[in-house]
């Protein structure tokens, strides 16, 4: 939790009352990244809270447009799991450069069409590949090490992958809604503000939030994300 006296602390905000409170009655037990984020990915009313929270009007120092993506990486990060569950038990290489290269390609066209800078979509796909595969080969490890996952998985493409897709589509709304932001001096600390404020709200074990920290890694223009949390 970030003092009340730390230079990094920020007035209560809009951000609060959307996407940390439809969350908050949830996650109240102490739990690991990694569950926090499974259980994210069932909920409907996380993405309905979400789509409510990107329609309003923002004002001057509302990070809002923070909070959104930060929920909504998370939620992909969710996704990691099924995925690495399939590959698992079908002996399949976490890295699918093809599947890699075609998303990159779709991400290209449709930033162009929602006006948001190519080469920027470009580099938070990436960072979203590669937190996804960090989680992916966190699992392999401890996998080969202890007991494999039980059960069958969830079908990767007729189940997973759609929600992928889906997914592809918000963070792109999303994106839209952090480009006026990304260029100011402060993001990176604005950015490291709303994360912590979400990983006190989920309460998930902070030593594992490397993949997310990865995935938002270029959100500012700057680069990287303020020491906060």
């Known amino acids: 939790m970030i003092a009340s006296g730390s230079p990094y602390a920020r007035p209560a905000r809009h951000t609060l009352s959307c996407g940390f409170l ?22 409907a009313a996380f993405v309905i809270a979400i789509a409510a929270c990107s329609s309003t009007a923002l004002a001057d120092g509302d990070d809002t447009p923070f909070t959104n993506l930060i929920a909504l990486s998370s939620q ?7 995925v690495a569950r399939w590959k698992w038990a079908h002996h399949e290489p976490i890295t699918d450069q093809p599947r890699e290269a075609a998303l990159l390609a779709v991400i290209d066209s449709r930033a162009k069409s929602a006006g948001i800078d190519p080469a920027f ?8 590949i590669e937190a996804s595969k960090d989680v992916q080969n966190a699992l392999f490890d401890n996998w080969r090490k202890s007991r494999a996952p039980e059960g069958t998985p969830p079908d ?6 759609p929600k992928l897709d889906s997914l592809t589509n918000t963070l792109l709304s999303a994106l839209a809604g952090v480009e006026p932001l990304r260029h100011a001096d402060d993001c990176p600390l604005r950015l490291a503000d ?35 949390g």
């Open 22 to 43: 439809a969350l908050a009655p949830v996650f109240m037990l102490r739990y690991s990244l990694l569950q926090v984020l499974r259980a994210m990915a069932s909920m």
């Open 76 to 82: 992909r990060l969710a996704l990691a799991e099924p």
């Open 121 to 128: 979509a470009q580099l938070f796909f990436r960072d979203q």
């Open 156 to 161: 990767l493409s007729h189940d997973t992958r």
């Open 194 to 228: 709303s994360i912590a404020r979400w990983k006190h709200l989920t309460r998930y074990d902070s030593a594992q939030n490397a993949p997310l920290t990865r995935a938002l890694s270029h959100v500012c223009a700057s680069g990287g994300v303020g020491a906060v």
